[in-house]
Every structure is written in C-alpha cells, then in structure tokens.
C-alpha cells in the first residue's frame, strides 16, 4: 500500500494503486484512509486555502429549478452534466463581470440529486466582498433556480461539507483557474 502524507494523499513517488488496494474505505484504517480522514484533509486544505488567497466570502448553494409542463412539452429534459457546469461558468463570468476585476476565486462540489434527477453545486467564493450578495442571488434565479448565498463563517466548517464531494459516488469538485497555494 502506497504510504500516505499527512493530509491522506499518496506519495508521488509511489503509484495509487501498488497492489490494488483501495486509498479510501468507510473508516476501515487496516484497508486505507477512511472517509472520515479524506475529508478532514481536504476540509483543512480548502480552509487553509481560502486563508491564503485572501479568505471566502461566500458559501452559496445553487441548485436548478424543475422544468414547467410548457419548457417539457417543447422537448426540454432535465439538468444535465454538461448543461449545469456551463450555468456554473456563466453565473462565474457574471460575478466576474460585475467585478470589474477578474474572475473570483472560487472552489466549488457538484452532486447528484438522485431524488430530483438533477445536479447541484456548493462553492466557496473569495474576493467578492465587495458585491451585494442579493444580487448575485437574482442572477442566478432568474436564469436557473434557487440559490441560498451566505456570509462565509469558518466556525460553520463549509469547506468541510462541500469535501463530502470528494468522497460521494457521481460528485466532482473544481478550482478557479489560477487558484493555488500561495
């Protein structure tokens, strides 16, 4: 078994997957790093992050609304995959836009809705402050569906929740280009 750094990732002098065993199992320790241990990481990696990009701001939550019996009748489906990150990557060039001044720093986890058949996002959200989170809200409402955006508190452990991303079946997490450790 590769042998893991401090913050349960592999070596790089060592491949993932020596003798196919798995990196991850549900608090089985013997086997390889629990859940409970990634995502303690990787909540700790996201705060430690934020703090050295200038902090979070925001935590939002944004998700689609269902589709109405008209947009349905005109052949419409459900959000997919696809559909959701270029609603991601518009609602980003709007703040940006909005900005004036760049693009936000941002990290954001996608998962499935199986209950809805939908995707929805959680993201953290940096050097946007300055912008009325009511209006970003709008944004995103009258385009896609409800939206619930916040005052980052790091005492409420967002960048752990959204780490459960990391471990979920059919979830993804994503960075801000340009977005690093400085």
Known sequence: MPSLNS??????????FAG???LLTHNNRARGTSQAELKQAWG?????????????DWWATLTFRDRS???IARGWTKVGWKYSQTAFDRYMSHLRDVRGIG???????????????VPHFHA???????????EAWSWWFGKY???RILPYDRSL???FYLCKYVTKELGDIQFSPGLTMK
């Open 7 to 16: 913050r349960g990732v592999p070596s790089a002098r060592e491949s993932a």
């Open 20 to 22: 196919n065993e798995p």
């Open 44 to 56: 700790g990696f996201l705060t430690d992050l934020g703090d050295r990009n200038g902090g979070w």
């Open 69 to 71: 019996d008209e947009e």
């Open 103 to 117: 693009e936000p720093t941002w990290v954001r986890g996608r998962e499935y809705q199986t209950w809805r058949g």
């Open 124 to 134: 953290l959200l940096g050097q946007v402050a300055h912008l009325r989170r009511d």
């Open 145 to 147: 569906g409800i939206a």
């Open 157 to 159: 452990g967002a960048g």
